[in-house]
T-cell receptor, first 111, second 114 residues
Framework: QKEVEQNSGPLSVPEGAIASLNCTYS??????FFWYRQYSGKSPELIMS????GDKEDGRFTAQLNKASQYVSLLIRDSQPSDSATYLC???????????FGTGTRLTIIP | ETGVTQSPTHLIKTRGQQVTLRCSSQSGHNTVSWYQQALGQGPQFIFQYYREEENGRGNFPPRFSGLQFPNYSSELNVNALELDDSALYLC?????????????FGPGTRLTVT
């Protein structure tokens, strides 16, 4: 079982719709969760961090965390063509210095 | 822009050679982590440096080594390059001692080994 799992996609969403990206993790000691956006040929860009169960909203982005189910998700409202990218889920365990990444979900927003 | 810089942007090396990659952390950040990202994969943790000491290492062989300098900048050295070392090398800076675990990536160095 991979430590952090994401559906590789591609996920296609019409412009203006809600894109939903999912991630599961295996280490129950995980404490910190991050979503990065990576455009083709570029480096990952941090877009959301979440540490507690529940929802965290930032503009069009909402991160959702459920530690009991070991599940974290990212919702993108009013999707725009500029949201087309690979979205990486990353997890950090308490006292552990490293981020463990999933393989990423490729999202395409269709105009 | 994160304020994290890396050099060089691209590099082509021959199998068996050695390479040094450089990273300058964001202002105020005291910790640098290095990751390797192969095509189509997520970044894989190589190691982290804090206060000029290695502070954790991933599953990479000893031919991957690093340094951190008093100004918090860092180098990644790879000896005896192999074809599988071809990847995007990313450094990320952070200040975990402040309680903020967010890591911010530089633009990366694309290494091609032929």
């Amino acid at each position: 079982q991979k430590e952090v799992e994401q559906n590789s996609g591609p996920l296609s969403v019409p412009e203006g719709a809600i894109a939903s990206l999912n991630c599961t993790y295996s280490d129950r000691g995980s404490q910190s969760f991050f979503w990065y956006r990576q455009y083709s040929g570029k480096s990952p860009e941090l877009i959301m961090s979440i540490y507690s169960n529940g929802d965290k909203e930032d503009g069009r982005f909402t991160a959702q965390l459920n530690k009991a189910s070991q599940y974290v998700s990212l919702l993108i409202r009013d999707s725009q063509p500029s949201d087309s990218a690979t979205y990486l889920c990353a997890v950090n365990a308490f006292g552990n210095e490293k981020l463990t990444f999933g393989t990423g979900t490729r999202l395409t927003i269709i105009p | 822009e994160t304020g994290v810089t890396q050099s060089p942007t691209h590099l082509i090396k021959t199998r068996g050679q050695q390479v040094t990659l450089r990273c300058s952390s964001q202002s105020g950040h005291n910790t640098v982590s290095w990751y390797q990202q192969a095509l189509g994969q997520g970044p894989q943790f190589i190691f982290q440096y804090y206060r000029e000491e290695e502070n954790g290492r991933g599953n990479f062989p000893p031919r991957f080594s690093g340094l951190q300098f008093p100004n918090y900048s860092s180098e990644l050295n790879v000896n005896a390059l192999e074809l599988d070392d071809s990847a995007l090398y990313l450094c990320a800076s952070s200040t975990p001692t402040s309680g903020n675990l967010e890591q911010y990536f530089g633009p990366g160095t694309r290494l091609t080994v032929t």
